[in-house]
Structures are given as structure tokens and as C-alpha cells.
């Protein structure tokens, strides 16, 4: 069975604080690993990693994964009130039928003035 | 685009009684599915579609039917609501059956079982 840990659970910080997310997975066959952002209501989507040490970035965000260690990181520079949000990650693999999404328990980033 | 739309979006009902959450998309989309969130958990599949008239389970499908007669629709229905049916409800669709397309998610449908 796939497994996606996220830490921490929850986070509070300052605006202008750097933030560090971490996402570590089990999965049989791994395809992929994505990124949202949900705040109140439906998540949306950040970002979607395949292949290890390609960063992907958006703005303020990036995020890397490593394959070999099983693990990725979302991180969030200079934050802002507005990246008060849950990050969920999910990873899909290739065992699963058009490849299911397992999502870990997500963090809760709460951003103070 | 509307995207994908759920209705309704809070609904609180008695334990036995039956429903059917909405779920429908404009997108064009094959891949559909549909999640719970409990607080402080991720999204947990319930069930899933790959295309019209192809379902199958997640990974907390007892409880839940589904039904892909179109490519559009994709109701959720509670044979007898319990109380630990208590949750948020998400559908979602995705491009394609294929691993590599991200997916659009719904606003969810807030459901209360007493």
C-alpha cells in the first residue's frame, strides 16, 4: 500500500520568513509526485515532479525531488499572509489502474504579520 | 469554463437516509474521482472512473456507489448515511487516464450525518 508522510503537520511563521515542506513516500512503482495548495476549500494544483534534482519553481515556490531518498520539499520564500494554506502531496505510481493519487495528511502553514 | 461543479454544497442528513452528490465537469475530462476529507487528513479516494461506463474502488469505497454514464457526470451516492460519513467531499477530474496531468478539483460538498 502507498504511503505519504508530510511534516510537519503545522507551521507558524512571520511574513518574510523561508519556509521548508516535507513530503516522504513508500510506493511500489513510483510515477510522480504533485503539490496543492488548498486554502478553505478545493485544492489546487502547484506543482507535479517525475524526475530527481529538476527544480520546480513558481514565483516564490519551488520544489525538488529525490528519488533515491524517496522524499520531496516545497519551499516558500519571503511569505506572505496569503500563502496561509494546507500543502497536500500525493504521489501516483505506475501499479495502480490510469494511476490513483495518494495524498499525505498535508501541513497546515499558517503566516502571521 | 466552469470547471467542475458539486452540488450541493453543504447537505445535513439523517442516519439511513439515501443521496446523491453531484459532480460534473466541462473539461472534456476521462479521468474522474471522488475524495473524502476528514479534519486534519488528506484527501482519501473513494472512487474512481477512467472513462464512460468504467468505474472501481478507492481506497474507502464501502458505504459509496458510483455510476460514469457520460463523460460529464459523475454522482456519488450514499446508500445509508452513518455518521462517520461526516466529511468534505471532493471531486476532482484529470486529463486523460495518464499518470501526468494534473487534477481539477470541485468546492467540495460538506456533508453532515446526525
Known amino acids: 500500500e502507498d504511503k505519504v508522510v508530510q511534516s510537519p503537520l503545522s507551521l507558524v511563521v512571520h511574513e518574510g520568513d523561508t519556509v521548508t515542506l516535507n513530503c516522504s513516500y513508500e510506493?511500489?512503482?513510483?510515477?510522480?509526485l504533485l503539490w496543492y495548495k488548498q486554502e478553505k476549500k478545493a485544492p489546487t494544483f502547484l506543482f507535479m515532479l517525475t524526475s530527481s534534482g529538476i527544480e520546480k519553481k513558481s514565483g516564490r515556490l519551488s520544489s525538488i525531488l529525490d528519488k533515491k531518498e524517496l522524499f520531496s520539499i516545497l519551499n516558500i520564500t519571503a511569505t506572505q499572509t496569503g500563502d496561509s494554506a494546507v500543502y497536500l502531496c500525493a504521489v501516483r505510481d505506475y501499479n495502480t489502474n490510469a494511476g490513483k493519487s495518494t495524498f499525505g495528511d498535508g501541513t497546515t502553514l499558517t503566516v502571521k504579520p | 469554463n466552469a470547471g467542475v461543479t458539486q452540488t450541493p454544497k453543504f447537505q445535513v442528513l439523517k442516519t439511513g437516509q439515501s443521496m446523491t452528490l453531484q459532480c460534473a465537469q466541462d473539461?472534456?475530462?476521462?479521468?474522474m474521482s471522488w475524495y473524502r476529507q476528514d479534519p486534519g487528513m488528506g484527501l482519501r479516494l473513494i472512487h474512481y472512473s477512467v472513462g464512460a461506463g468504467i468505474t472501481d474502488q478507492g481506497e474507502v469505497p464501502n458505504g459509496y456507489n458510483v455510476s460514469r454514464s457520460t463523460t460529464e457526470d459523475f454522482p456519488l451516492r450514499l446508500l445509508s448515511a452513518a455518521p462517520s460519513q461526516t466529511s468534505v467531499y471532493f471531486c476532482?477530474?484529470?486529463?486523460?487516464?495518464?499518470?501526468?496531468?494534473?487534477?481539477?478539483f470541485g468546492q467540495g460538498t460538506r456533508l453532515t450525518v446526525v
Open positions: 473539461m472534456n475530462h476521462e479521468y
Open positions: 476532482a477530474s484529470r486529463l486523460t487516464g495518464g499518470w501526468d496531468t494534473e487534477a481539477f
Open positions: 510506493v511500489t512503482n513510483f510515477r510522480s
